[in-house]
């Protein structure tokens, strides 16, 4: 986690105005103890009105307001209707991401679009989106750090190959997740399919957007080979 948006938590955790204490906030964000006093030391230095010492306590004096969030009924049913998704994913990360996501909106809405019974005209009931997201947050965290990857791929004739790949993007197609990289070992672009990756593992190596290895190139492109 990156520390403004480890800052921006800890600021969340405090609204609820209940004494917090430092280990359980260390414990919380996987950080060390001392890590979260110079993270507290630093909202203090910011004007926010955080009280409290080492190995007592700590908790917020006043309330924080933050200005509304001016979001269109539309925006707004967007928003809900992308983070239901995002909770149905058997990815935890993005469920746990998608529930905080959703709490810090609500806590900056207007009064007449708040509200916890709140119906909202769309839902989400299907399981489908869960299907075969086995490796998907290796696949993301893979992404955001340009971190290669060394997979085993069978295909549907059931041969498996092993590979070297450049993750740039995955996609969800209704029943089954896919992702779009750079094959290093054929020097082209290739889509796999998720639930036919056998073994993943993040390799130390990094890439860079190379000039005709990167998302844009591929998305640029009229024939794309793909993997069955």
């Given at each position: 986690?990156?520390?403004?948006?480890?800052?921006?938590?800890?600021?969340?955790?405090?609204?609820?105005?209940?004494?917090?204490?430092?280990?359980?906030?260390?414990?919380?964000?996987?950080?060390?103890?001392?890590?979260?006093?110079?993270?507290?030391?630093?909202?203090?230095?910011?004007?926010?009105?955080?009280?409290?010492?080492?190995?007592?306590?700590?908790?917020?004096?006043?309330?924080?307001?933050?200005?509304?969030?001016?979001?269109?009924?539309?925006?707004?049913?967007?928003?809900?209707?992308?983070?239901?998704?995002?909770?149905?994913s058997s990815d935890?990360?993005?469920?746990?991401?998608?529930?905080?996501?959703?709490?810090?909106?609500?806590?900056?809405?207007?009064?007449?679009?708040?509200?916890?019974?709140?119906?909202?005209?769309?839902?989400?009931?299907?399981?489908?989106?869960?299907?075969?997201?086995?490796?998907?947050?290796?696949?993301?965290?893979?992404?955001?750090?340009?971190?290669?990857?060394?997979?085993?791929?069978?295909?549907?004739?059931?041969?498996?190959?092993?590979?070297?790949?450049?993750?740039?993007?995955?996609?969800?197609?209704?029943?089954v997740w896919t992702?779009?990289?750079?094959?290093?070992?054929?020097?082209?672009?290739r889509v796999f399919?998720?639930?036919?990756?056998?073994?993943?593992?993040?390799?130390?190596?990094?890439?860079?957007?190379?000039?005709?290895?990167?998302?844009?190139?591929?998305?640029?492109?009229?024939?794309?080979?793909?993997?069955?």
């Amino acid at each position: 986690m990156r520390r403004t948006d480890r800052l921006f938590e800890l600021i969340q955790i405090f609204r609820d105005g209940r004494l917090k204490l430092g280990r359980d906030l260390a414990g919380h964000l996987g950080v060390s103890l001392r890590t979260i006093y110079r993270d507290i030391e630093t909202l203090v230095a910011s004007g926010i009105p955080i009280e409290g010492e080492r190995g007592v306590g700590y908790l917020l004096r006043e309330p924080i307001f933050l200005p509304p969030l001016n979001l269109s009924h539309i925006e707004m049913e967007a928003l809900q209707f992308g983070m239901e998704l995002a909770k149905r994913s058997s990815d935890s990360e993005l469920n746990a991401a998608a529930n905080s996501l959703l709490e810090k909106v609500h806590a900056v809405l207007p009064a007449n679009q708040q509200g916890a019974d709140r119906i909202w005209p769309m839902s989400v009931y299907s399981d489908n989106i869960a299907v075969d997201v086995e490796h998907l947050p290796i696949l993301r965290n893979a992404i955001a750090g340009h971190h290669k990857l060394k997979i085993d791929y069978r295909s549907l004739a059931d041969t498996v190959s092993g590979r070297v790949i450049r993750p740039l993007q995955v996609e969800f197609w209704g029943q089954v997740w896919t992702c779009t990289a750079w094959c290093e070992a054929r020097q082209d672009f290739r889509v796999f399919r998720v639930d036919r990756i056998r073994q993943i593992k993040q390799l130390e190596a990094v890439f860079s957007d190379e000039a005709g290895k990167r998302l844009e190139d591929y998305l640029g492109l009229v024939d794309v080979k793909c993997l069955p």
